[in-house]
């Protein structure tokens, strides 16, 4: 029996799924696999999980072995590493493919067909393929960019708070801050933050989706002018591309697309506003790629 392996290897965690026949029949998960940020920490969770998957199919054989590695359109001189994987796994399959995290999840999503594709977790970025011409929008990460993303969200969260202590008002997100934060007041909230990681920071924005469901307004307020700009990374994205012919389907994917209906609905109305023929679809399907892969 054949065999292929997906594996989604992202800024938090690495998820790789094998399947036969388009059916899902082992998976194994590991620690954080983005390339750029943590490239010895990467290719050590990229093996954990290939050698988990190969043993429990360790009499099956695996064909292809498909990896979508957070980080790898920035990392500089990525190739020894990738190489060191192939290497290491030469005599399970010489059929390893490497492709940054965006463009796996634009086949997952887009199921190998033309279209949209914008993913926010951690990070964020916008692709876009058309009969094989590849644009992306933003990814540029935490420091520059990554709009609409769990970082972006809880940073302006906690700015938002500050801003309002220094204009001498109160904000309602100051309890949800305090206790995600461990602090005891907004000045002790800095000194946290400048302690955490851009994972553990990011991990506030569901705090603060926590804070929208109860109605907090500022909360709100925050998610819907994250989703916003993101919304405008798409439609400037989609006006890059010649208007003729274009397939207008667009994937929403990564955690907070997938689970934020705020965050969802604000760019499915803004988007829609500028495209009223696009096709919207939220996708949480990861690693299918593998089996869609040509
Ligand atoms: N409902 C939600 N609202 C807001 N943020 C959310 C929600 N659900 C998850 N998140 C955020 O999504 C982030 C994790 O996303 P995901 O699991 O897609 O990340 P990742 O694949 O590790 O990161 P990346 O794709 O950027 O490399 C966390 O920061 C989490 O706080």
Request: glycine share 6%; charged share 20%; with cysteine.
């Amino acid at each position: 029996m054949s065999y292929v392996i997906g594996i989604d290897s992202g800024g938090t965690h690495i998820t790789a799924t094998a399947y036969k026949d388009n059916i899902e029949i082992a998976t194994a998960t590991a620690g954080p696999g983005n390339i750029f940020l943590d490239p010895q920490q990467t290719i050590k969770n990229l093996i954990k999980v290939i050698t988990e998957i190969s043993e429990k199919l360790s009499s099956n054989t695996c064909t292809l072995i498909l990896i979508g590695i957070a980080g790898l359109e920035s990392a500089d001189n990525p190739q020894p590493y990738l190489d060191k994987v192939k290497d290491y796994f030469k005599s399970l399959t010489e059929n390893i493919i490497f492709t940054s995290d965006a463009k796996l999840a634009l086949i997952n999503g887009l199921e190998g067909k033309d279209g949209f594709l914008a993913i926010a977790g951690t990070g964020s970025i916008v692709y876009g393929r058309q009969k094989n011409k590849y644009l992306r929008a933003g990814g540029w990460g935490y420091l520059l960019d990554d709009i609409g993303s769990g970082y972006r969200i809880s940073q302006e969260a906690v700015a938002t708070a500050l801003e309002k202590m220094d204009r001498g008002e109160n904000s309602s997100l100051i309890p949800a801050i305090l206790e995600y934060f461990k602090a005891d007041n907004l000045k002790n909230v800095v000194s946290q933050y400048y302690k955490l990681n851009r994972t553990e920071i990011a991990a506030f924005s569901l705090k603060l989706a926590q804070e929208a469901d109860r109605q907090n307004d500022e909360a709100i307020m925050i998610l819907q002018h994250q989703a916003d700009l993101l919304a405008d990374e798409i439609i400037h994205l989609i006006k890059r591309y010649s208007q003729e012919s274009i397939s207008l389907n667009l994937a929403l994917s990564g955690s907070v697309l997938v689970n934020n209906l705020i965050i969802q609905k604000e760019i499915s109305s803004k988007v829609k506003h500028a495209y009223p023929t696009i096709k919207i679809m939220v996708s949480d399907r990861s690693n299918t790629a593998a089996v869609n892969y040509i």
